[in-house]
């Protein structure tokens, strides 16, 4: 399966620590898009990046989140002083592009646990 | 910005019951519409999309019909199995950002045998 990757699936920090996401996209896809979903709530926008560029970050929290994706390597997603609000499904998605009507596509998320 | 109200779950079904989840949205200029589902334990699939108006989506013996002039893409199945048991999330894309989707709350589906 060539799908979305993303690791850990799960990932269990203190408070203060930081926790970083990893999301390797779709074979041929250079659009990544990170989602975040809090407990009992739908996934909600953060940021879209392509190769070395941010586009698009209009949903991410202003202080401890960054999210960068390098020439080489996944994309990551990285949370600074964790807090229990950071606690959440964080999904990677990837697309060829962005015209409109395409379909993006999504990982199996990571788990964040803050305790 | 763009909103989803998505009918209010949990729904349980038995085996080979029809099955309605409501969804109304709004937003500005002309989304696209997608349904995405999740099954325990795993990340979103995408089900079914729709890119105008009266267009239908379909996929896996589910339909859902774009209305603009009721701002509504409700999904259907004529007969449902346990293994659609799932939450199920309705979602607008904000026009021209197809990556920008708004989620719904989503609903949860058991399905009995």
């Known amino acids: 399966n060539a799908g979305v990757m993303q690791n850990p699936r799960h990932l269990v920090r203190r408070r203060g620590q930081e926790a970083r996401l990893r999301c390797s996209p779709m074979?041929?896809?250079?659009?990544v898009y990170w989602y975040r979903q809090l407990p009992e709530e739908g996934l909600k926008f953060m940021v879209y990046?392509?190769?070395?560029?941010?586009?698009?970050e209009s949903g991410m929290p202003k202080e401890r989140f960054s999210a960068e994706f390098p020439k080489e390597g996944p994309s990551i997603l990285r949370i600074q002083q964790v807090v229990r609000g950071d606690s959440a499904a964080y999904f990677c998605a990837s697309s060829p592009r962005t015209v409109t009507g395409n379909t993006i596509y999504f990982g199996e998320g990571s788990w964040l646990t803050v305790v | 910005g763009n909103s989803v109200t998505q009918m209010e779950g949990p729904v349980t079904l038995s085996e080979e019951a029809f099955l309605t989840i409501n969804c109304t949205y709004t937003a500005t200029g002309y989304p696209s519409l997608f349904w995405y589902v999740q099954y325990p334990g795993e990340g979103l699939q995408l089900l079914l999309k729709?890119?105008?108006?009266?267009d239908k989506g379909s996929n896996k013996g589910f339909e859902a019909t774009y209305r603009k002039e009721t701002t509504s893409f409700h999904l259907e199945k004529g007969s449902v199995q346990v293994s659609d048991s799932a939450v199920y999330f309705c979602?607008?894309?904000?026009?021209?950002?197809?990556?920008?989707?708004?989620f719904g709350k989503g609903t949860l589906l058991t399905v009995n045998p």
């Open positions: 990046l392509q190769k070395e560029n941010i586009i698009d």
């Open positions: 729709a890119t105008k108006a009266d």
């Open positions: 979602a607008p894309d904000s026009g021209g950002s197809n990556y920008k989707l708004t």
């Open positions: 074979k041929g896809h250079s659009h």
